[in-house]
């Protein structure tokens, strides 16, 4: 974990209450995809937790929804403005547990993260399909870019108004793949848990208090009977170590 001070670069509007944040600054606290950042915001008490959907050498880029004051405030930031941002947070994504055909699930705001993670995997020369998940076509975001990752890239909404009609699920279940990586709301990890046919991993968005593992505020029960700290031993968790009746 790093402190520091990141000048906005660039602060655009990509769908309904979405926005994407560029930020120039030091990137080495960051070692994997699926890590996050937290901002400070001046007259609010608690940081804004927001997953890092890919970084560089020196600039990280964040997307994020307006759902509270928080994020807000952030939308209307300008270039030039400078954010005290600890970066470096959690425990990202593992990808040497990856097949060569893993299949990435997002929906939402989850879809941010998994866009890092594309990327890795596309370097260390897997060919991952992914799913885009959202209720709407207003909603919909960053589906060119996978797209320019990889070909096998799918789109659902839940009003047909975009891609395929229906959940992740209604295209999951017709995919090969050999694992998994997905991030989004809790609905859709237990209808992904549901019918998954591998091992993978589950990135996932939870409340947090301080972002760093001291209030255990984000904790949750796992398989073995002890706890993990969503923010400090996640967001990621394994597919195997997950306590369905309790999450």
């Known amino acids: 974990m790093k402190q520091g001070f990141y000048e906005i670069t660039e602060n655009i509007k990509l769908a309904h209450n979405t926005f994407e944040m560029r930020l120039c600054g030091d990137t080495s606290a960051f070692t994997n995809p699926g890590q996050f950042l937290n901002i400070k915001l001046d007259g609010l008490f608690l940081r804004r937790p927001i997953s890092v959907c890919s970084y560089s050498e020196n600039e990280i880029v964040i997307i994020y929804k307006?759902?509270?004051?928080?994020?807000e405030r952030m939308s209307k930031?300008?270039?030039?403005?400078?954010?005290d941002i600890l970066t470096g947070l959690g425990n990202g994504f593992d990808t040497s547990k990856s097949?060569?055909?893993?299949?990435?699930?997002?929906?939402?705001a989850g879809?941010?993260?998994?866009?890092?993670?594309?990327?890795?995997?596309?370097r260390e020369g897997k060919k991952p399909k992914v799913i885009l998940g959202f209720n709407s076509k207003d909603e919909v975001y960053y589906e060119d870019k996978f797209a320019a990752l990889t070909p096998d890239t799918y789109v659902t909404t839940v009003?047909?108004?975009?891609?395929?009609?229906?959940?992740?699920?209604?295209?999951?279940?017709?995919?090969?793949?050999?694992?998994?990586?997905?991030?989004?709301?809790?609905?859709?990890?237990?209808?992904v848990e549901k019918i998954a046919k591998t091992s993978g991993q589950f990135s996932f968005e939870e409340r947090m208090g301080c972002g760093f593992g001291a209030c255990m505020g984000c904790s949750c029960k796992i398989l073995?009977?002890?706890?993990?700290?969503?923010?400090?031993?996640?967001?990621?968790m394994e597919r195997d170590e997950i306590l369905w009746t309790q999450a």
């Open 111 to 122: 879809v941010a993260p998994l866009y890092g993670l594309c990327e890795c995997l596309v």
């Open 224 to 236: 073995t009977g002890g706890y993990k700290r969503i923010c400090k031993e996640g967001p990621v």
């Open 159 to 191: 009003d047909g108004t975009h891609g395929t009609k229906g959940f992740v699920t209604d295209v999951m279940k017709n995919l090969d793949y050999g694992y998994f990586y997905t991030c989004g709301p809790m609905p859709m990890f237990k209808a």
């Open 66 to 71: 307006t759902v509270g004051e928080g994020t």
């Open 99 to 108: 097949t060569d055909s893993p299949l990435v699930i997002g929906g939402g």
């Open 77 to 83: 930031m300008l270039s030039g403005e400078k954010l």
